[in-house]
């Protein structure tokens, strides 16, 4: 590994590349996505520069740019720093030794806010710094892998969540056994990987077997016990499901227990109602302003001339933005447009919760009743 957690001799198109077939439910996985090395941008050159392209040299240039707008992310946001400072208090307040049960987050959020993003984000942040500082073994010998992540699927139970770790780790005992056997199992690969941080996305998919979720709680109060990790739970609605409540019976005292152990943490949309979220609206669009390679791309494009577009569009989720203009890029590129307008964009489908809401926050924008920039920028 080198200084900043890559691997020395690999080449980095050939890392990058892989990530086309990345699956993060495997170790192997996660470490390619902590180990990558920054995407390379394709050069801007102009419209007469492309039309002197040759064929084959032409469509290398739309490939790299096809790859480039399709993962022009993350981006840093205020809400995505604000969590991050939170969670590395967290992580590193609970560096405390094994017989401590560490403090757990559920980060609980509405979809399209990029949560799954800021926390691998964070994760690979976290992997290259251990390794970085601890080494790629541990003391016993064992490779060490300082995240585990698993990513939970519709109606999953106890044993499969078990099994999901297993599976991550690539343990022999995977196929075959109960709960309670995945359990141990999963707890050994944890210990011999020397994990610290683990990662429970989607948690919303669990099975909750009764309207108080007693069986979950019970399950990461066991975890939070015995495994010597942080954990990290992410999805929709957890409170609502009853992870973690106060209550005065027995077996509310279970949830309350849990929730005493578990901070809360979320991540909000955009808002254009005051002049802080005006600007840091400003700011992201000229972020993802400087990222976009088009041709014809000019100052101002998207933070100035379709500020208010793109928030009527987007309703200031973050996730709901970067589709919109990741697929407006590959259109413009496709057609031979080479920017990014209203008319062009108009012909570019976004998901049913964005255009759901699409209309009503138009007519604010166009009334005056609501405004997108901030009024040094206007």
Not at 2 to 20: H, I, K, M, V
Request: charged share 30%.
């Amino acid at each position: 590994m080198t200084d900043n957690g890559s691997c020395t001799g690999a080449d980095p198109d050939d890392l990058r590349s892989r990530l086309d077939h990345l699956t993060l439910s495997r170790k192997e996985g996660f470490q390619r996505l902590a180990d990558a090395p920054p995407r390379p941008q394709p050069e801007l050159i102009t419209r007469r520069q492309i039309k002197l392209l040759g064929e084959a040299a032409l469509d290398e240039y739309n490939r790299g740019r096809r790859k480039w707008h399709a993962n022009l992310g993350p981006l840093r946001t205020p809400q995505m720093d604000a969590l991050h400072e939170d969670l590395w208090d967290i992580f590193d307040s609970n560096d405390q030794d094994g017989d401590k049960a560490k403090g757990s987050i559920a980060l609980d959020a509405f979809p399209g806010l990029g949560k799954t993003t800021a926390v691998l984000a964070f994760a690979r942040k976290l992997h290259r710094r251990i390794i970085r500082e601890e080494g790629q073994l541990t003391h016993a010998g064992h490779e060490r892998w300082p995240v585990c992540r698993v990513g939970l699927t519709a109606n999953t139970g106890m044993r499969d969540f078990n099994r999901a770790i297993l599976e991550y780790y690539g343990h022999p005992g995977r196929f075959r056994g109960t709960a309670a056997e995945f359990g141990y199992r999963a707890l050994d690969c944890v210990l011999s990987a020397e994990a610290k941080l683990l990662i429970v996305d989607d948690l919303h998919f669990l099975r909750w077997r009764n309207r108080s979720g007693i069986e979950v709680s019970n399950h990461f109060k066991y975890i939070a016990n015995e495994f010597p990790v942080t954990l990290l739970m992410i999805g929709v609605g957890l409170e609502a499901k009853g992870l973690f409540s106060e209550g005065g019976s027995y077996t509310n005292a279970v949830l309350a227990q849990t929730g005493r152990r578990t901070t809360p943490l979320d991540l909000a949309p955009f808002t254009i109602d005051c002049e802080q979220g005006r600007t840091d609206w400003r700011n992201t669009l000229l972020a993802i302003e400087e990222r976009v390679v088009l041709a014809e791309k000019y100052p101002g494009m998207l933070a100035d001339d379709l500020s208010g577009y793109l928030f009527a569009r987007s309703t200031g989720h973050i996730g709901s933005l970067m589709t919109l203009v990741n697929r407006g890029c590959q259109r413009a590129v496709r057609t031979g447009a080479e920017r990014l307008d209203k008319a062009l964009l108009d012909q570019v489908k976004n998901d049913a919760a964005a255009e759901k809401a699409r209309e009503e926050l138009q007519q604010a924008l166009d009334s005056g009743r609501l405004a997108s920039r901030p009024k040094k920028a206007a």
